[in-house]
């Protein structure tokens, strides 16, 4: 079983930063992908940035220049650097990790908030 444990969210005002951390435990690949995704209210949870256990990133274009996604594979902990943020990114953030063996696996974590004052 894979466990996430997010850990950062909060308030913050905007234009202001907040860094977002999320540690992986279990039995994870060291091949996958880590990401972030978010939900706000009323609206469909979406890709913010993602990172593969090469390096390769990618990113929401509402985030670019603004957020850096980055991973440390001794620690299979991901992190999102958020700067310059704005009232529109307030939303529950959720840490996701997948990978490919024989089949898709995927396991999420429980979500932390992020709220952005105007």
């Known amino acids: 079983q894979v466990q996430l444990v997010e850990s950062g969210g909060g308030l913050v005002q905007a234009g202001g930063p907040l860094r977002l951390s999320c540690a992986a435990s279990?039995?994870?690949?060291?091949?996958?992908?880590m990401g972030w995704y978010r939900q706000a209210p009323g609206k469909q949870r979406e890709l913010v940035a993602s990172?593969?256990?090469?390096?390769?990133?990618n990113y929401a274009d509402s985030v670019k220049g603004r957020f850096t996604i980055s991973r440390d594979n001794a620690k299979n902990t991901v992190y999102l650097q958020m700067t310059s943020l704005k009232p529109e990114d307030t939303a529950v953030y959720y840490c996701?990790?997948?990978?490919?063996?024989?089949?898709?696996?995927?396991?999420w974590g429980q979500g932390t908030q992020v709220t952005v004052s105007s």
């Open positions: 996701n990790t997948r990978w490919f063996f024989l089949r898709d696996y995927q396991y």
């Open positions: 279990g039995s994870i690949r060291d091949i996958n992908v």
């Open positions: 990172v593969t256990s090469g390096g390769s990133t």
